[in-house]
């Protein structure tokens, strides 16, 4: 059973930047590819970003391409979500997840962490 611990979250002005930790408590955590999504109010959970347990396949979903970096430090155990050029509509609850393999399909996720909210005013 993995444990995963979202960090990180909470208000910015658009434009600016945060960045989201997820800590795990597995020192398989390396065996594991990593994902991040977010779910807004009253929407679903949507794709953000993906990593391969060696960091050499990364994935993003479409409205963040350019703008997020996700990134690991097995050594850490612990995946990162680096958002920059944030806008109003990348407010929502950020989740992190582990999975065999890096993909964009949210129920092929075995562990979830319980969500790291943010906030982007305009």
């Known amino acids: 059973q993995v444990q995963l611990v979202e960090s990180g979250g909470g208000l910015v002005q658009a434009g600016g930047s945060l960045r989201l930790s997820c800590a795990a408590s597995?020192?398989?955590?390396?065996?594991?590819?990593m994902g991040w999504f977010r779910q807004a109010p009253g929407k679903e959970r949507e794709f953000v970003a993906t990593?391969?347990?060696?960091?050499?396949?990364?994935y993003y979903g479409d409205s963040v391409k350019g703008r997020f970096t996700i990134s690991r430090d097995n050594a850490k155990n612990t995946v990162y979500l680096q958002m920059n050029s944030l806008k109003p509509e990348d407010t929502a609850v950020y989740y992190c997840?582990?999975?065999?393999?890096?993909?964009?399909?949210?129920?092929?996720?075995?562990?979830w962490g319980q969500g790291t909210q943010v906030t982007v005013s305009s």
């Open positions: 997840a582990a999975a065999a393999l890096p993909q964009p399909v949210a129920h092929r996720y075995d562990y």
């Open positions: 990593i391969s347990w060696s960091g050499g396949n990364i």
């Open positions: 597995e020192h398989t955590f390396s065996r594991y590819a």
